[in-house]
């Protein structure tokens, strides 16, 4: 028998009243790989890295994660959460913490780290994301870019087997996004199973193993990174990209 995925999400539907958002979502992420998901605003990026770590829950269809059903009981949501690292847009930093203070909160409510053993764990995460030097910074003493390597290293003190990232630059000035998506593209060639909701389609070529094209809700395209920078791409998915490009 072969191994079952990673993660693997099979006939996933997400409706808010009478908007149905997910339709029949199926695709799955081995171990290691990253996955880059794309789409046009509304497609429903969000809500399905929302609904793999249950921020949302699906109306139906299953998703599982390390062999398990994650939908089956919902009181467990948490612990689920506690192995998925998630990155937002807008970074979501605790504004009254400083850089270290940031990382080290997680792994002492919820790993039982002593104050000392999280502040040696925040301070190893700062150098892998390259600001040592910025530890008792305040988020707001602290560039786009820093901040959002900060919300990476929180993410990364809980020891997460998933990362998601919901489109994790788009609120950055230019010359910011390169040093964000470096720290991701370290991750992902370290080992991190990832799946990232961007348009950074050099990231994607320099790091994504596979490419999803969402449209109202559905996975239109599903395509192993070779294919989809190699051209093999379908009309619509190559007319959003000329858009995203140009
Ligand atoms: N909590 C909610 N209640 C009602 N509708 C919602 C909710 N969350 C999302 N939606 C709707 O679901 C659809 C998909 O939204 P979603 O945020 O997943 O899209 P997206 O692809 O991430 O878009 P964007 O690129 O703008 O971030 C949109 O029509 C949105 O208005
Ligand atoms: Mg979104």
């Known amino acids: 028998m072969t191994n079952p995925a990673f993660l693997e999400v099979t006939g996933v539907n997400k409706s808010f009243g009478p908007l149905q958002v997910l339709k029949e979502c199926s695709f799955s992420v081995n171990k290691g790989e990253t996955v880059v998901l794309i789409g046009p605003s509304g497609s429903g990026k969000s809500t399905l890295l929302r609904c793999i770590n249950l921020l949302e829950p699906p109306s139906d269809g299953s998703i599982r994660f390390q062999g398990k059903e994650i939908t089956e ?28 203070e940031n990382i080290m909160l997680a792994p002492m409510k919820v790993l039982g780290y002593s104050r000392h053993d999280a502040h040696d764990l925040a301070v190893e995460l700062l150098k892998k994301v390259h600001i040592p030097d910025r530890a008792d910074h305040l988020p707001d003493e602290l560039s786009g870019g820093q901040q959002q390597r900060v919300a990476i290293a929180r993410a990364l003190a ?7 990232y919901d489109e994790p630059t788009s ?9 964000v998506l470096d720290v991701m593209t370290e991750l992902s060639a370290d080992g991190m199973t990832s799946v990232c909701v961007t348009h950074e389609m050099g990231f994607a070529r320099r790091a994504a193993d596979r490419i999803i094209f969402m449209e109202q809700g559905s996975i239109i395209e599903n395509a192993s990174s070779d294919v989809f920078f190699g051209g093999e791409v379908s009309p619509r998915a190559q007319q959003f990209l000329n858009q995203i490009l140009h």
């Not at 809980?158 to 998601?164: A, D, I, N, W």
């Not at 609120?171 to 040093?179: G, N, S, T």
Request: proline letters at 5%.
């Open 158 to 164: 809980m020891k997460p087997k998933l990362m998601l």
């Open 73 to 100: 009981d919902l009181r467990n949501a948490d612990k689920l959460r506690a192995q998925i690292g998630m990155v937002f847009q807008n970074f979501e930093l605790f504004q009254h913490l400083n850089a270290v």
């Open 171 to 179: 609120a950055l000035d230019p010359e910011m996004i390169r040093e």
